[in-house]
Structure formats: C-alpha cells, structure tokens
C-alpha cells in the first residue's frame, strides 16, 4: 500500500495537487498550470514520497489526459469519480468550503478510504475501438436526426408522406415527382433536397467509419464476432467499454456492469427483483441490439430459447430480458476466453509478463462482497442460477461456453439447457 496518497482537482487551465499520509493529515499541496509540462512538474515535487501513488478525479473525463500522461510515466494511478470526493468533502468534520485544495484533498481521501480501488490502465488497442464505434454511434444519430427531419419536410409536399425508413435514393425520387407551384413549396423542396445532401454525406461516412472499426476489430482477435448477433459495431462497443474484463470477478458482477442483471428491492420478508436501469447504458444497448438481431431470424438459437421463455408463461418483455442476460454471460465467455489466449501468448514472448491480464492482480481490486444486483437471476434454473456460482473453467475461443448462440457447447452446458 502506497504511504503517500497524491489527489488531484483537474481543471482546464490548471491542475491542484494535496498529498496525504495513511492518517489523512496534509503534507503538502501544489498548483500547476496545464500546459506540456504539467507531468514533469508532478513528478519533480512528488520525488520526495517514493512510495506514493495518484488519485484523479474525473480520470474518464477532464483529468483523463493528465491520468494517461502519469501511468506512461510508470505511476500508479487511480480514478476517484467526482461524486466519491463530493461525499467525503461533505462529511469531513472541520472545514469544507468548496475550493481546488480542498477538492483535492477530499480526492485523496476518497482513494485512501475507498476499498475498490479504480486503477487507471494505460491506452491500447481497445481504445482504438471506443473512438471507432463513438464515431459510429455520432454518425448515427445525425443520419437519424437528418432523416426526421426529411420526413417532416415531406409530410408537407407528399399526403401522407412516407411511413416506413427512408432512403436517399427512394427521397431522391419522391422529389423528382414533385412539381412546385408556389414559393412555399419550392422552399420546402430545396430545404429536403439539403436533407438528402447531408443523408448522403453521412452515408459515405458511416461506410468509410464501418471499414475502420471493421478492420480494428478484426485486428483485436477478438472471438466476440463469432456470436450470433454481434458483429464489428457491437464487438467494438463492449471491447472499448469493458477493455479488462478480468476486474469483474464473475458473470454476475459482468452483468451487474451491463445492466442485464435484476436489483433488488426487498423489505422484511417481502422479497423483490425489478429491473436495473444503472450500469453501462452504451453496453445495454449493445446487447439489446444483439437480441433483436436473434430474434429477427428463426433459426438462431436465442430465437428458440426466447420462444421456449414464452412457452412458459413469460411476457415479452421478461423473456427478452432473459435472453440479453445470456448474451451477456455468453459475452463475458468469450471475452475471459479472449484474455486468457492473450495472456498466454504474452507470456511466451518477451519478458513473460502478462501484465494487466492477469486474474490475481485484477481480482484483488475489487470488493469482496457482492450486492443482490451482482447475484444470478432470481428463480432461474442452471447455469445461470443459484444452483452454479462458479464460473465454467478456461476455455479456447472455437470453445465459448454457454453462448446458445450458434456456437459449439460442451456436453457438460448442454445437460444444464433450459
């Protein structure tokens, strides 16, 4: 345990720093200006603690690029969400007007108290998925705002206009058709004919983002592809999200991560599951998508299993709840799949050091205990009930346990189908 805690209160223009020692008393504290030699400022006034380590607030945002420049320099660095530092500074006895310094020292407490630790992980690969499948998603959403927008114009040019997606090529030829006979209407026609412009735009681009993100994915080595449902936007939105999947313990606490997993709301004897709207919203939606996908065709396997859910008296919405979950633990195989092949292979080659992959060092930063949010789905037969808490055993990637996906399934899953 590092006997120096350094906290920093990043901001754009400058950056404040407090160190503390294991009883929390202040040691010292430093202002520096955000500028190129912010880290080398840093480094130079914590030379004095050499075993120290850093907490950033906000080490996913603002002080992302400061957290990044420390772990390349070799330091130990954790991330303190900014809501952690703003409890502790209200619950501090004493002094706790809101200034850079106290914010920084409230930051250090926060990582010295805190007992699952956020360790910041240097930028790879996975990185260059999260910036691929962001610009997907961005350019997504403007097709999508764009073509609103063109429907709305057309509404006003075609009765009825149109009620199913459109295309630029099927708007290109509505407005072919259309013949204006005033100023209004031939308002209205070039304001959709610079719709259609930015649709097409945005279409070449999605194209071009596409080859990329396809490309890096496949660059990954990732077994994520071969799921039934899941192709490179998908395996590169939850690679980018997760990146080290060995910082969650087990399937549980993965879905517990994604959303899949029911919380509970129970009271004395009353005991209550609903569903989780917390966790990673962008890998819920990444799942969501690959279950519609299963359930668009009729030969996937998720489409029987969620078929079989509504033999059984289950509504929709609970049987395709069910499914996300198992796409889930399905994910979360391949991805421990993934990571032990990786680690293998790194341990192999030079320096034989795993690095991050590794299972121990991983596991040990998280907390010991589990919330009734990390537990199996409530009622639910094995594998993916109570029955069976420990996790299948590593498998190579041809193998992936438990997907039901289309995939190969080891007899010992097959007994335990439902």
């Not at 912010?38 to 130079?44: F, G, K, R, V």
């Not at 517990?256 to 962008?282: C, H, Q």
């Amino acid at each position: 345990m590092a006997e120096v805690m350094i906290g920093i209160d990043p901001h754009k223009a400058s950056h404040t720093a407090v160190a503390i020692g294991l009883s929390e008393q202040q040691l010292a504290q430093l202002q520096v200006c955000a500028c190129p030699s912010q880290t080398d400022q840093l480094l130079a006034w914590a030379a004095a603690w050499p075993e120290r380590a850093w907490a950033v607030e906000g080490a996913a945002g603002l002080g992302h690029l400061l957290a990044q420049q420390l772990a390349a320099a070799g330091e130990r660095v954790l991330d303190v969400p900014p809501k952690l530092a703003a409890r502790v500074r209200l619950l501090q006895a004493g002094d706790t007007n809101k200034n850079d310094p106290n914010d920084a020292f409230s930051v250090a407490v926060a990582a010295l108290r805190s007992t699952a630790k956020r360790p910041v992980i240097a930028e790879d690969h996975a990185v260059v998925l999260k910036v691929w499948a962001k610009r997907h998603r961005d350019l997504a959403r403007a097709r999508n705002q764009a073509c609103c927008r063109l429907h709305a114009v057309l509404c006003d040019l075609v009765p009825g206009g149109i009620r199913k997606e459109i295309s630029a090529g099927q708007a290109a030829r509505i407005l072919e058709q259309v013949r204006p006979a005033d100023a209004v209407t031939t308002a209205r026609c070039e304001l959709a004919a610079e719709f259609l412009t930015d649709i097409r735009r945005l279409d070449a681009q999605l194209r071009t983002t596409n080859k990329k993100l396809a490309a890096a994915v496949k660059a990954s080595g990732t077994s994520l592809t071969g799921l039934f449902g899941v192709g490179p936007v998908i395996a590169g939105t939850v690679i980018g999200d997760v990146r080290q999947v060995f910082r969650f313990p087990s399937r549980d606490h993965f879905a517990a991560y994604d959303g899949t997993a029911p919380v509970e709301v129970s009271s004395g004897g009353r005991k209550v599951y609903r569903l989780s709207l917390r966790g990673n919203r962008r890998l819920n939606h990444a799942i969501h998508m690959a279950a519609i996908t299963q359930l668009r065709y009729k030969h996937s396997q998720g489409r029987a299993y969620y078929e079989k859910k509504l033999a059984e008296g289950k509504t929709h919405k609970e049987a395709l709840r069910s499914l996300k979950r198992r796409i889930s633990d399905a994910i979360y195989a391949a991805l421990v799949a993934d990571a032990r092949q990786a680690a293998a292979a790194c341990s192999k080659g030079p320096g034989g050091q795993p690095g991050n992959l590794s299972v121990s060092r991983a596991a040990g930063s998280h907390p010991a205990h589990t919330s009734s949010s990390d537990k199996p789905l409530p009622g639910l037969p094995p594998p993916y009930g109570p029955a069976l808490r420990q996790d299948p055993p590593p498998v190579s990637p041809t193998e992936r346990v438990g997907t039901g996906l289309g995939t190969p399934r080891p007899a010992e899953e097959i007994r335990h189908n439902h």
